[in-house]
């Protein structure tokens, strides 16, 4: 892990997420790329004129200022810290700076409220857990340690979820994460008995393990929905955190589209980690 991306807009949040970015920074020796996305309205940006122009000259260094003091923590002392201020309108263009820069990961803050205020750092990062070829760690709270030395991954043990198992394994093996397994049965939807439900997650430990080694490893739990299933198994084991497998596309018409990782992210008090199917 050599490149961990935290996007600011200056809310107690994203320091959340830029702290607990730092202490994974300091273990694995990593650059923080700190990315500000200004709001410069496309009137701004497209018109040459010398009054437009200044403007948003104006907004940019007052930006590149609260940035700098934002930065000022002591928790950053000894790390690289690479400041990066865009001119994008939305949050949904991290994933773009996170190609450009070759990024490993992506850490945000999430208010996880309920109601109307149910929506992430900058009402965005929902586009970017969904849309992100990378992980994207969602942090809910004030870090202390960010040891994860107990991880759940749930997936649905479908074949398109091996490579999601395989990145999460890379990570966490490098974390020395202990990652416990979770297939969640619903009473109705997707109801399988638990001879069908061995049969699939043999079938997919066969593909993304070659062996059965860690077949007595997958824990089956029954719930009636799938997030609080998650939630309450990585409660059980007393888990750091939760890694989930999620689609780029919207909807339910699968098991783990965006809305359950979404939905996780918003409403776990542990950290969650989502990997892209």
């Not at 004129?49 to 000259?57: D, M, N, V």
């Not at 400041?83 to 070759?102: G, R, T």
């Not at 849309?131 to 991880?151: A, C, G, Q, R, T």
């Amino acid at each position: 892990m050599k490149k961990i991306i935290v996007p600011i807009d200056f809310s107690e949040h994203s320091e959340y997420a830029l702290e607990a970015a730092a202490i994974i920074a300091q273990k694995h020796d990593a650059e923080l790329l700190a990315l500000h996305m200004l709001e410069i309205s496309d009137a701004i940006l497209t018109h040459n004129t010398g009054e437009q122009q200044s403007k948003a000259f104006f907004l940019l260094k007052l930006a590149e200022k609260r940035f700098d003091q934002f930065l000022e923590k002591d928790y950053l002392n000894g790390i690289k810290i690479t400041p990066i201020v865009k001119h994008f309108k939305v949050f949904s263009e991290v994933n773009d700076v996170a190609k450009e820069q070759n990024a490993d990961l992506i850490v945000m803050g999430s208010h996880g409220a309920s109601g109307v205020k149910e929506f992430f750092v900058g009402s965005n990062t929902e586009k970017v857990v969904r849309h992100s070829e990378i992980p994207v760690l969602v942090i809910k709270h004030n870090p202390i340690l960010m040891d994860f030395e107990n991880v759940v991954f749930a997936c649905d043990f479908s074949e398109e979820s091996v490579k999601a198992y395989h990145d999460a394994r890379d990570v966490f093996e490098k974390m020395g994460s202990k990652i416990h397994l979770v297939y969640v049965n619903l009473p109705n939807i997707g109801f399988r008995s638990t001879p069908e439900m061995e049969k699939r997650v043999a079938e997919f430990m066969k593909k993304a393990t070659g062996n059965l080694d860690k077949m007595n490893e997958v824990a089956y739990v029954s719930d009636y929905s799938v997030e609080q299933g998650i939630i309450s198994y990585a409660n059980i084991i007393g888990a750091d955190l939760i890694a989930i497998a999620t689609h780029g596309r919207t909807g339910l018409a699968h098991f783990f589209e965006g809305s359950i990782s979404e939905d996780l992210a918003n409403h776990s008090t542990l950290p969650v980690m989502t990997f892209k199917i």
